[in-house]
């Protein structure tokens, strides 16, 4: 593995007098100067047997070593695009440990104008250059396009999809050694589907001979333009069985959970029905307003990853939803001394990309917040304040809803019922998420919900800069929210004076003169309540029985972490490409708790058989 690359704001492209984009670094040109796109064609779609190979499947896997332009996807997509089974997903995961600013790829890609429609799509929605997943989407064509930005072993680590066909892209062997090293060719033998299928541009020995060690059949065929040779190699078959009827899916609960849910159920082609007790946002998503930020408190081990991943999806997911975002970017205050070493260390982390990330001087907190701050803070570009109602409007336009309030899931056959408190059937679906915030621990009681009531206030007053510190403090479309309380063993969502004074002291903390400006009197609230886990980190993946899925348990950062985690739900769910890296996933498998228990147990066991008698 090479050492984890250092994003800077520098383009690892040059670009040569023949106009094709050079890598100095590894000295080697990104493609062919005799044509990229025939030579995509030529040794990577021809290379792979594609279109054959995706002939009467309903989802078709493709992996990519070496990302670069992106035209060897765009070359792929637009082969799908003519010739897509019907009905059928394209799931892509590239990996790119140098990923190079849209400006670049944008010239790369500017050749060809029979790709310049799919160019423009891509180039919009342009990857972060920050280390992690960083999913992108085609919904129309019924594509998803994961990419990692790591080094090649350590992506195929993380990845746990199993592709289908692989386009191994790395530059010359005897340039860039770590994208043909034996564990990155034994990581794209573990992660592929049986009987796939690899093209690659390289004949070298170590690569043929890497690839039959992994049992790959490997066969040599005229190389493209000058290169005399190139390699297409195929994994041993399996039986093949039918191809499986699209499932059914229920969600139960229409908050911010349940909502990403049925979008990220539609962008993968099944259209779920959502069942929801009184209305959709009736529960702790319903606010005038929510501040979409990720969670500070956990440096750049995994539960940072999960918070800077789930900001950026999130981001870009709410941007694309009709009216949803009523501010972009927000500040984050320091509170207590440590607070200040930490934001240092955050404004660095390379998991947020080169500039999203801004630390800033008490002078600076001061301008942006129009008021005196003697603190120090960052600077969120990708934070976002929404407007629940719209978010989950949009998300929620083109779905199937029922009013009902689930009392009971039981299984039938190999599908579940869902039932009402009078035994009556409400759905029946192959797949159930709970998505029902604390209520999913009474429909599979083994899950660790706890209650942790929370009031915001709302004042008819100017519209402030979204700031977060001891509390926060948010334009709505109306005025300003701010807040909010957290109390647990209260599940009571009455509205109360007290609290409103209680939110008034925390917005004193941020907002100190705005605080002062605002009478209790004249405050609105809302109280409703969060759903927490021990351990603070939601609960998004199967439960023990087949066909139940769970997203809950999102605490205080539900509108950052839902639409990410109701995609890998999804996925999970409905047999796909998780867009999560297995680390990640982890973190947050509902299984957790148990799984920790066991290991608890074996250990003593071992302790108590160890022990002297
Ligand atoms: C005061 C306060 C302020 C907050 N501010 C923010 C913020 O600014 N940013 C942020 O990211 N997060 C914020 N949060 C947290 C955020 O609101 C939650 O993380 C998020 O709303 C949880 O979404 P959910 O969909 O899991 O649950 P909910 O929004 O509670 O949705 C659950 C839904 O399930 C339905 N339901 C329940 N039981 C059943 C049943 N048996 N059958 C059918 N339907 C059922 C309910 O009616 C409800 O609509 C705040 C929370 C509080 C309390
Ligand atoms: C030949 S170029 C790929 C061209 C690309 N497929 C396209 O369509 O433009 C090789 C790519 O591999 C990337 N790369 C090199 N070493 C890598 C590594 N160790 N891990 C991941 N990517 C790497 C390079 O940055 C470069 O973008």
Not at 154 to 169: I, N, P, R, V, Y
Not at 396 to 413: H, T
Request: with cysteine.
């Amino acid at each position: 593995m090479t050492d984890p690359p250092k994003m800077t704001d520098a383009s690892p492209v040059a670009w040569g007098a023949d106009g094709v984009p050079r890598s100095p670094r590894f000295d080697d040109v990104y493609y062919s100067s005799a044509g990229g796109l025939d030579e995509a064609r030529s040794v990577f779609l021809d290379g792979c047997d594609l279109p054959d190979a995706w002939a009467g499947r309903s989802r078709f896997v493709v992996g990519e070593l070496g990302f670069g332009t992106g035209l060897n996807i765009l070359a792929l997509l637009d082969l799908w695009r003519r010739t897509r089974p019907d009905g059928a997903h394209l799931h892509v995961f590239s990996v790119e440990a140098f990923p190079m600013p849209a400006g670049d790829a944008h010239r790369a890609l500017a050749v060809w104008p029979e790709l310049a429609d799919l160019a423009a799509r891509l180039l919009a929605q342009w990857p972060r250059r920050a280390r992690g997943f960083h999913r992108l989407a085609f919904v129309d064509l019924g594509v998803t396009l994961d990419l990692a930005i790591m080094d090649a072993a350590e992506a195929l680590d993380a990845w746990s999809g199993q592709a289908d066909a692989w386009f191994l892209d790395g530059f010359s062997p005897s340039r860039n050694p770590e994208m043909w090293s034996p564990d990155v060719l034994a990581g794209v033998a573990r992660r592929s589907a049986p009987g796939a299928r690899i093209g690659t541009f390289t004949v070298a020995g170590a690569v043929r001979r890497g690839l039959e060690a992994h049992g790959f059949q490997v066969e040599k065929k005229p190389g493209f333009a000058a290169k005399r040779e190139r390699l297409e190699a195929r994994a041993p078959d399996a039986p093949v069985s039918p191809a499986p009827r699209a499932p059914s899916a229920a969600i139960v609960g229409g908050g911010i959970a349940g909502a990403s849910l049925v979008r990220a159920f539609q962008a993968l082609g099944v259209r779920p029905l959502l069942v929801e007790a009184v209305a959709p946002g009736a529960g702790a998503s319903g606010n005038d307003a929510a501040l979409v930020m990720p969670r500070l408190d956990a440096g750049s081990g995994p539960i940072g990853a999960l918070y800077a991943q789930a900001l950026a999806r999130a981001a870009d997911l709410y941007d694309q939803a009709s009216d949803a975002v009523i501010a972009h970017g927000a500040v984050q205050t320091e509170v207590e001394p440590k607070d200040a070493g930490r934001f240092d260390r955050i404004a660095q982390s390379e998991l947020f990309e080169i500039g999203a990330v801004e630390r800033l001087a008490p002078a600076s907190v001061s301008e942006r917040l129009g008021e005196t701050i003697a603190m120090g803070g960052l600077g969120f570009r990708d934070a976002r304040v929404v407007e629940p109602a719209m978010a989950l409007g949009d998300w929620l336009r083109a779905a199937d809803c029922i009013v009902a309030q689930v009392a009971a899931i039981e299984p039938v056959g190999d599908a579940w019922r869902l039932v009402d408190g009078e035994g009556g059937e409400i759905a029946r679906a192959d797949i159930v998420c709970l998505a029902c915030g604390l209520e999913a621990a009474r429909l599979a009681p083994d899950l660790p919900l706890a209650a942790l009531r929370g009031q915001v206030s709302m004042a008819v007053a100017a519209e402030p800069v979204a700031v977060i510190g001891g509390g926060y403090a948010i334009p709505t479309r109306r005025g300003l929210l701010f807040g909010a309380t957290h109390d647990r063993n209260d599940a009571s969502a009455e509205v109360r004076p007290e609290d409103h004074r209680r939110n008034l002291d925390l917005l004193a903390t941020v907002l100190p003169a705005l605080a002062g400006q605002l009478n209790p009197a004249d405050l609105t609230g809302r109280a409703s309540l969060r759903a927490v886990t021990p351990d603070f980190l939601p609960l998004a993946g199967p439960l023990a029985a087949p066909g139940l899925f769970v997203l809950s348990g999102l605490g205080s950062r539900g509108f950052c972490a839902a639409p990410l985690l109701a995609e890998q739900v999804a996925a999970l769910a409905l047999g796909a490409p998780s867009p999560l890296p297995a680390p990640l996933a982890e973190i947050v498998h509902p299984g957790r708790f148990a799984a920790r228990r066991n290991r608890r147990l074996m250990r003593s066991a071992k302790v108590q058989v160890a022990a002297p008698t």
